[in-house]
């Protein structure tokens, strides 16, 4: 491992216990924060979520302004719930109606930015078990504690979780067989984030309205990437936030996942000036299953859309500059 990475380590890594709920609403001043949930057909868990933020960081203490939840196509009442539980639900494809409908998390998230007031966002996936509100706190200390500091990645110990059946630190498959492995070959000073796929993390707004958002799952590694780019090393700090558990996608979903990955690290490789390349990738996947006849072969396409930095967005820029 590079020195500056162990040094980033011991400089920028904390825990969420290190940051008190007392200490964060005396370093909050005037700054808002709003806490945001993409989620589709998250019905079973977005309401404990949501209801966790609102009673500990809303009623009971004012540190979050406001939680959106952006309802990503659900088909079940992921929006009704979210709703009864005190979220606002914005319609995805509703918010910046005149700039078309991408898919994904990542378009989720972007549209988020239009749909927010904070100056600092904390995002938190709608999947998640066992979630506390330590999550949040955790993910805003070190942006509250130091303007240096502009993106916060949560990290955390991830079971894989398969009906009885429980692996301790077998979770994470595709950060532990496709993002880590790319990141330490082509980005080895960012080889100590331990979580750069984990979808807990907080920005601040000025530094997220400048960087573009891949749609789909691409979303994290890119805006790390882009981050590391603009921002450098030191802009970046990780919260441990304990243990992480949600719910699992199929291995076949998740090879999808992982070819949208690899475009995305892919194409800021070439953007970055990491790669002189001689011809683009494919975005075609074939995956096989054994069927009656033989193998039946299913060909995904994990191209990755990408949107513009937000700032770029007119209705956008118009509306922030009547809110400075
Ligand atoms: O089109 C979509 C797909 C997903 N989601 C939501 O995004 C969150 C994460 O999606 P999920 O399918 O649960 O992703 P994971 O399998 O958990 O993937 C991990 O790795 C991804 C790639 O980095 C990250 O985007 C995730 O946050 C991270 O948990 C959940 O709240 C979803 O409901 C949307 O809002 N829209
Ligand atoms: O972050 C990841 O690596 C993917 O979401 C897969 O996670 P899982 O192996 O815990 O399902």
Redesign the pocket.
Known sequence: MLPEVASWLRRRTSAAADWPLEALLAAKGDARVSVV??????ERTVGAIVGAIRSDLVERAPLVDEIVV?D??STDRTAEVAEAAGADVVV?DLVLPGHGRM???G??LWKSLAATTGDLLVFV???LRGFTSSYVTGLLGPLLDDPDVAYVKGCYDRPLVTGERRVENGGGR??ELV?RPVINLHWPRLAGVMQP???EYAGRRSVLERLPFVT??????GLLLDVYQEEGLDAIAQVDLGRRT????STE??GI?SGQ?LLTAWSRLERHGRMLPMEAPATALAQFHRGPDGHDVRVSDVGVGERPPMIEIPEYAADRTLLR
């Not at 949930?37 to 998250?42: K, N, Y």
């Not at 789909?216 to 590694?221: K, P, Q, T």
Request: overall charge negative.
């Open positions: 949930l993409p989620a589709r057909d998250e952006v990503s196509r995805q898919s994904g998390k378009e989720a996936d709608a999947d595709v950060t993002a796929l984990g979808g789909g799952y691409g979303v994290e590694i949600h719910s699992h996608q979903a998740l996942m990955i």
